[in-house]
């Protein structure tokens, strides 16, 4: 059956299918800030957990409401992960606690790889981190990275025996671009057989990030702040920047890395990340001297642009590309069609 413009079935279908594009949004009607929270009481998967490379070193455990985890460099880069339904970058603030609990932890575990590989729990962007040539262990291999790291004790041909380090790490999207504590490690050896709670705080407006460990809510020791504009004790310019768009428990591949591996066991449990709100907030959509017009809440260093299509094939972008507001943004198309039509907001992060 095919519809015209003006029947009202079309109107209906025009004010109601609205998809949004790229970031695949969810339309909020509130401005707080958008919250990932699992305590493992139910099953993940059906609350939009995934797992991405070796399925065996992610297991949910319903009975002791945690995911057991085994870390093993010598697998595929494996993430247990969640999309955020945005896009983050250095002006945003955002948030990550986790309790974790390590069973064991080693390096030494493959022939010849005596140093310490990280295991790494934080925030990443999924394409870039799927991609063949995403090497954790390799200088330059791994951009648009923000998470918390453990190495654990290691020994390198040379040097020596090397302690343990905990640390917090950047990774801009222009390659390596190491935080504070990772020019002069902070030698911390997490306790196993016990639980640690992890926080992890970035604001955007003093690109500062406050590290936390605990354990029975008592600090285990007293990280520096990172602050991203400090020539002193950052790597970061002011070009450098990242796009993080899920929060991941990886098990990093110690390809391209000579010297280092790691092999963990352990939990994971009550993880909460925090983001600014999403992209499209408040949505709305109708007809204005018979064009197509949508109007929302948007946010700042974003752009967004009209799009649509009539066969569900192919989109075609039909307003000019406007930057975002947390005003009210109005998109309206250029020109009607004379047939059936479908519309998306496409929001992206320059």
């Known amino acids: 059956m095919r519809f015209r413009l003006e029947d009202q079935t079309v109107k209906k279908i025009k004010s109601f299918l609205l998809a949004f594009a790229s970031l695949a949004v969810i339309c909020s009607t509130q401005s707080s800030a958008a919250t990932i929270a699992q305590d493992f009481s139910g099953d993940p998967f059906s609350d939009g957990w995934r797992i991405s490379g070796d399925t065996n070193l992610f297991h949910w455990d319903k009975t002791n409401q945690n995911l057991q985890v085994t870390w093993d460099s010598s697998r595929p880069n494996s993430y247990f992960y969640h999309p955020l339904g945005t896009v983050l970058a250095r ?55 923000v998470e918390f790291d453990y190495f654990p004790a290691g020994y390198f041909e040379g040097f020596g025996d090397v302690a343990p380090t905990t640390t917090a790490t950047f990774v801009s999207n222009n390659g390596f671009a190491y935080a504070p504590t990772m020019f002069t490690p902070y030698v911390l050896a997490l306790p196993t057989n016990q639980t640690v709670h992890v926080s992890m705080n970035f604001t955007g407006s003093n690109q500062t990030l406050r590290l936390l460990v605990t354990t029975n809510s008592v600090s285990l020791a007293q990280f520096p702040d990172i602050v991203l504009t400090d020539p002193k004790s950052a790597a970061f310019t002011s070009s450098d920047d990242f796009r993080l768009d899920a929060f991941s428990i990886s098990s990093y591949s110690s390809a391209g890395d000579d010297y280092d591996s790691v092999f963990a066991h352990g939990t994971i449990g009550n993880i909460v990340v925090t983001t600014p709100p999403l992209a499209i907030q408040n949505l709305k959509g109708s007809f204005s001297n018979s064009l197509w017009q949508v109007q929302f809440n948007g946010r700042t260093n974003w752009q967004y642009a009209l799009e649509r299509t009539v066969d569900l094939q192919s989109w075609s972008t039909i307003s000019a590309l406007t930057n975002g507001s947390i005003e009210i943004t109005v998109l309206s198309e250029t020109n009607s069609v004379s047939d059936k039509a479908f519309y998306r907001v496409r929001a992206t992060r320059p």
């Open 91 to 145: 002006d945003d603030d955002f948030s990550i606690g986790f309790d974790l609990f390590l069973n064991d932890i080693m390096s030494g575990n493959e022939p010849g790889k005596t140093g310490a590989l990280e295991i790494g729990i934080g925030l990443f962007n999924f394409i870039g981190a799927t991609r063949t040539n995403f090497m954790r262990g390799a200088f330059g291999g791994a951009p648009n990275v």
